[in-house]
């Protein structure tokens, strides 16, 4: 109403499109129609908006290369995969909103970071390589300033580099890994020899989002997850003197503990969960359940587990590139009364079952259970990762590969 011409309008217009750029991107640039976060995203730019500090959703990859490495072609090659794939050049919005955006950029500066170290000894090429992950970590990434990954290469002789790819994890899933290093090596190859590169054109991740959206909205999850955990009203505590250990120190501490089993033991698993029709999923998975039913102290256990959140239903899924992921409650009746092999079908037709909601907020499953509002579900979260990075990077590319 205040400018009521087409001219006056039309330079409002153009003003307030330059204002929607956010970062340090500049006014040229322009910004692809926002859409809506995925529920991990939403849990991720929560946890970093609360704690800017930590370094917990910052991903580093870091490989080593054989071979006559042409570090143009390879930052060509990186600036194709960027252009290929919307996702990695997100940014993220919240102020002043209903609820975060995330906004793909039309176009991004990107160049890799390169250090020639052949005049280096392998001991102090070592320790610069340590000083660089861990200032590159400290660096960390600004959720609103695109991109947010960054590529580093440093070449340690004439045949021998190391490659350092560090990500925000609010980008991409372990699943989308394989994807982005396998489409990278295959457009470094095809620049390499000039031919055409043959890959399919990616569906974008917003495709998940819109079916996100409508999923959401049916109602069946609410229905399931009341149904799981409508009656569960008092999240289990694990023994121990955790709780006074962190009251009398300023920050928490953690520490990782690596057990690795060996391959025949593993083999002898999996033969015997074959025989069985249990997947090593569940296998491993029902160890977790008991073992939390013993530090708890109860028959009836609930646990986080992070789920793959790529839907069968939806066309190219198991090919998008993003984070899909999700973490959920998992609540298991710990009965030793029952054959171990049946106690395991069941929680395997549990696992399949809730694979129809693992697009579900925890936020509204929270909502939805006995637990009051503010107390965690679970203290404790089941991860099983298998997702295929070194078929991606096991052949040869080019005048490369990946040692």
Known sequence: FTHQTIAELASVAASAKQETVVGSISSERSINLPYALSPMQEGILFHCLMAPKTNVYFEQLHMALQGDLDCAVFEEAWKMILSRHAVLRSTFAWEN??????????????????????????????????????????????????????????????????WVWSFHHILLDGWSLAHVCRDLLVCYQSNIDDSKILLPAPKPYHHYIDWFQDKSSDGKAEAYWKKQLGDFSQPNVWAGDRGAHLSKEKSATHEEVIISLPAQETEKLQTWGRKHHITFNTLILGAWAQLASRYCGSDDVVFGVTVSGRPSELEGADSMVGLFINSLPIRVNVDSSKQVFDWLNNLQSQQSELREFEHSKLTDIQGWSGVRQGTPLFESLFIFENYPMDESLRERFGNISVA
């Open 97 to 162: 909103l209903e609820s975060p955006q995330q906004q793909v950029h039309s176009n991004i500066d990107f160049s890799i970071h390169f250090k020639d170290w052949r005049d280096r000894s392998k001991d102090a090429q070592k320790c610069d390589l340590d000083a660089y992950l861990k200032s590159d970590r400290d660096r960390g990434f600004d959720l609103s300033q695109a991109p947010l990954m960054r590529v580093s290469v440093f070449q340690c002789s004439d045949t021998d580099w190391r």
